[in-house]
């Protein structure tokens, strides 16, 4: 049962240009939302969090966009740099539950065009 | 200072017998997760721990799966008479004692397990 999807199992973009991750869940108790970054061979490393009191925060390049009503969250990438080719993993947890009670997505694999 | 080591790398095992999976957390760590990705799904949580003690196994298979991180040494998944159905990736993940939450956390590179 995954309560957290990542429907596009692949990206490819163009260096420079915007990278756009999409993430729907299902569960309505869901209230704080993270993204994760693995490159191969490697763990995955916390990248970006947000708040369900929040619809947007921002950290250099990296925004994450979040619509409550629709159960959607984004991650947008700009400008996508070929250091960004990796695995980006949605995750959110619940109210009340605690903080390692993650649920993820499935991942994205992100590849950028020099 | 190292981050989060796992070993081995990558598993083979039969079906019927033992796999045992150790993670050895950041130094200065004392919180111990584990967390299971299947094939085309996401990480699933399986258990916490800290030193000495369970806090919580609550994602852990209610069977044939053991966890334990002793005074000294690794953390130890333990798998016994494995199945087929156990191939997945099994990431470890450490935290300090105190600090802002799980975000501080660093995961291990995993252990990929087989069994043929």
């Known amino acids: 049962d995954q309560q957290v999807k990542q429907n596009s199992p692949s990206l490819s973009v163009q260096e420079g240009r915007i990278s756009i991750l999409n993430c729907d869940y299902t569960?309505?108790?869901?209230?704080?939302f993270l993204w994760y970054k693995k490159y191969p061979a490697e763990g995955p490393t916390f990248l970006i969090s947000?708040?369900?009191?929040?619809d947007k925060n921002e950290d250099g390049r990296f925004t994450v966009f979040l619509n409550k009503s629709a159960k959607h969250l984004s991650l947008h990438i700009v400008p996508s740099q070929p250091g960004d080719s990796a695995v980006y993993f949605c995750?959110?947890?619940?109210?009340?539950?605690?903080?390692?009670?993650?649920?993820f997505g499935a991942g994205t694999t992100v590849t950028v065009r020099a | 200072n190292a981050g989060v080591m796992q070993n081995p790398r990558h598993l083979v095992r039969r079906r019927g017998q033992e796999a045992r999976l150790r993670c050895s957390p950041m130094?200065?760590?004392?919180?111990v997760y584990w967390y299971r990705q299947l094939p085309e799904e996401g990480l699933k949580f399986m258990v916490y721990l800290q030193k000495e003690n369970i806090i919580d196994e609550s994602g852990m298979p209610k069977e044939r799966f053991s966890a334990e991180f002793p005074k000294e040494g690794p953390s130890i998944l333990r798998i016994q008479q494995v199945v087929r159905g156990d191939s997945a990736a099994y990431f470890c993940a450490s935290s300090p004692p105190s600090g802002d939450g799980f975000t501080e956390a660093f995961f291990g590179q995993g252990t990929r397990l087989t069994v043929v």
């Open positions: 130094k200065g760590h004392s919180h």
């Open positions: 569960n309505s108790m869901f209230d704080y």
């Open positions: 947000i708040s369900s009191i929040k």
């Open positions: 995750a959110a947890s619940a109210v009340g539950s605690n903080d390692y009670k993650l649920s």
